[in-house]
């Protein structure tokens, strides 16, 4: 059968061209030189005065337009998030677990129990956030940027429907109205929180576990 031509390749030369800057490929173990690049590159059959067809440079991939963030960003969705709550990102609630303070521009300072909404995840332990005025609190003005993601941890915000007292070590004791973050929960109906507002001596526990029957979840 007649067979067409096939110009022959030289190793490590792909389609595209050999990458700039990078040193000549040794020739593959076992590739027998090849005659016709020995006499010059003219290939018998063929007229030598006829011009040959140049090669083409390879196409530089063209830079794409990308968002002004951190190497690595990455929407903050949860774990399992699909469909639209994976194609936009969604804003978690946060608590400080420590003070922290920055130490450079476009960073957060914070200090322990702010509540923070963490929009954006990036590399090497990072998150974006923005600090939370519980119950509408104009104390202090809304700041936001960069943390450490290891000074915060995810919590619900919640309000005390009833009275509840302290029944022992380990439990919050609880003011209609007071706002919980809580952190975690455990089986039997407990959730162990952190009192947010309002602030009260600094003799009394501000943390500890509560019955969750006693909670609305106004944020989570």
Do not use: F
Not at 96 to 101: S, V
Request: hydrophobic share 35%; charged share 20%; proline share 15%.
């Amino acid at each position: 059968p007649c067979l067409p031509s096939v110009l022959p390749q030289l190793y490590g030369d792909g389609p595209y061209g050999r990458h700039p800057g990078t040193a000549p490929l040794p020739p593959h173990p076992g590739v027998m030189p090849d005659p016709y690049r020995a006499a010059g590159g003219v290939v018998p059959g063929m007229d030598p005065q006829q011009p040959q067809p140049q090669p083409q440079p390879a196409q530089q991939p063209q830079p794409q337009a990308h968002q002004i963030l951190p190497p690595a960003v990455e929407p903050a969705v949860p774990a399992g998030g699909q469909g639209a709550a994976a194609d936009q990102p969604e804003v978690l609630l946060h608590i400080t677990t420590h003070d922290w303070e920055p130490d450079q521009s476009g960073q957060l300072r914070v200090r322990k129990g702010t509540l923070i909404n963490v929009s954006h995840r990036a590399a090497h332990g990072w998150v974006y956030a923005a600090t939370v005025q519980p119950g509408g609190d104009p104390g202090e003005p809304v700041a936001e940027g960069w943390v450490p993601q290891a000074v915060a941890k995810r919590v619900n915000l919640c309000r005390v429907m009833v009275d509840w007292p302290a029944e022992g070590s380990g439990t919050l004791e609880l003011i209609k109205g007071d706002l919980i973050a809580v952190s975690k929960e455990a089986e039997r109906g407990w959730v162990y929180g952190e009192r947010i507002s309002p602030r009260r001596s600094e003799e009394l526990p501000a943390d500890g576990w509560v019955p969750k029957k006693v909670l609305e979840y106004i944020l989570m």
